[in-house]
Structures are given as C-alpha cells and as structure tokens.
C-alpha cells in the first residue's frame, strides 16, 4: 500500500509566484508548505521601490512587499521550511522531495525555485564579493555613500538599481557591452536624465582589482580592442540571470537555457508537477507575471489533487 504523503502540495521557493501560489492552495484547504533555501519574498527583496504592481498607488519598498505576503500566506496557515532540494523523485502519486535537512511528501508539486544573477566571470569579482562587488544595490548600496561606483548591463535590472544607487553614491557610471540600452523607454530617460549617471558604451570588465576593496575596473572597448583602467569604489554585476535547477535536471523537462518547460496551466512534463515564475520557460520576470503564475499553478494543483 502507497504511503500517505504529509503534505498535499509542497512549494519549492518562497518568492512571489511561490507564495501567490501558497494562498491559494491553502484557501482550498490543502495542507501546503513553502521550501525556501534562503530569505523569503525572492528577487523582490533586491528591489528598492516597486511601482508597477496593481493596487500600489504610491511605490512600495520590495521588502515590505515580500513581508505583506508572508503574513497573508501565515494566517491562511502556509507552513514555511528553510531547506536546500538536492532531488526530486516525482514517478508516481507520492512526489518526494529530497533536501540536505530532510524529506518532504506530497500529492503536487510547485517549483517556484526562481533563478541568480550571472556572474562576470572576470578576475577579481569572487575575491571581491561583498567587499565592492554587489548583485544587489538595494541591499549593499548604503556601504557607498558619496562614493564612485560602475554598474554593469543595460536591461531595467540594470537602469533601475542604478538609479537607486544615486540616492547615496556620488556617481554611478553604467558600463554596457552594447551602444544603446535594452531597458524600458522610460527607464532610459529617467537615467539618461539623471545628472548623476554617465555611460561607457561597447565596452566589458576585463578585471575588477583592488586593495582589500575595490579600488578599480579594467576596461576593454569591444570595437577598438583599447584597454583602460577607471577608479571605481564599488561594481554593480546586472547582466542577466539564469534558472535555479540543479535539484531538477532529469526529473522534468527543461529548455535550452535551463528554464521549466510548462503549458498555459503551468503543467510541466510530469503529472502532478508545476512551474511558475521565473524558472519557467518564456517567463516576463516582472512581479505581475509571477503572482499569475502562482495563482495558475496553485489551481492547476488542486484540479489534479481533486480530480485525480
């Protein structure tokens, strides 16, 4: 006779599409618990001001965004884990879920896993993380109060940290491999018209160095080959970001690039198993689409948890 798992749905991440989906699943009186390896609310936590959401008039600070869901998730009763997947075993009705802390049961599945920031890849960028080297301004950009520091990248990441970093630093100087910017149409003009941003265009880091901190950037002008080196204080890494899915690779069906392939239902390759936000394929990663996400995943969950 098959065990009776513990839980009737286990969430694998507790960011936005993660807890949106908790919600839902508890308020149709499954038992549900969100794993989180790490801090929950996801990429929101490094989002200084968020003012694109429906319902927020004003802006609201990514943190307080991410505590307002966890108290909603807590007092429908979402139970919350901190704990790192390492295996899925998802072949028949019992899915379990294998961590470095324990083993977790259930009906259904959501992996809302989400994903990382790339890295540059370049020397001095792991001997000077957390000491200049940041993926996060929201969370570093106090340390650089009327200082000099670099952005990398020209996606809305990109432009809307660097504009956050304007508040305290003295100048934030965008460094991009291209000679026009990805980002949105308004989040160009607000950089392009803030007096404290400059930009370095068809260029890359070559090498971050420093004397205990970060002191300067090595530069490479992509169309001329010319190498130069620019005093910075501080590096600010927002070239892109890859699927979180070691746990996963061969238990269900990813993309090229790593992402979880689903269907409009957020259905992924195996019954009883789902994906949303931003591990999923063709995902926006925008805060709107992961909250759909979730709320898609969750009810997809419990049609196949009642309709067997």
Sequence with gaps: MAEEPTYDVVIIGGGAAGLAASIYSVR???????????????????TGEIENYPGFPEPIAGPDLAMLYEKQATRFGVEFVYDTI??????????KLIGEEGEYTAKAVII????????????????FAGRGVSYCATCDGNFFR???????GGGDAAMDEGLYLTRMASSVTVVHRREELRA?????????DNPKMSFVWN???KEIKG????????LENLKTGEISEQDTNGVFVYIGFHPINEFMIGAVDLDAAGHVVTDIQMNTSVPGVFAAGDVRTFSERQL???????????????RYITEG
Excluded: C, W
Aim: proline share 2%; aromatic share 4%.
């Design 112 to 127: 809302t896993s989400g994903g990382e920031h790339n890295k540059l890849e370049v020397p001095g960028e792991d001997e």
């Design 211 to 218: 004397d205990g901190d970060v002191k300067s950037i090595v």
């Design 146 to 152: 009327d200082q000099d520091v670099t952005v990398v």
């Design 86 to 95: 390492t295996r899925l075993e998802l072949d028949g009705p019992v899915k």
């Design 203 to 205: 260029s890359a880091i």
């Design 28 to 46: 149709a009186m499954l038992k549900t618990l969100v794993i989180e390896r790490q801090a929950i609310g996801g990429q929101i936590l490094y």
């Design 184 to 192: 949105s149409k308004i989040l160009q003009q607000r950089a392009f």
């Design 288 to 302: 709107a689409n992961a909250v759909g996400d979730g709320v898609a995943a969750a009810l997809s969950a419990y």
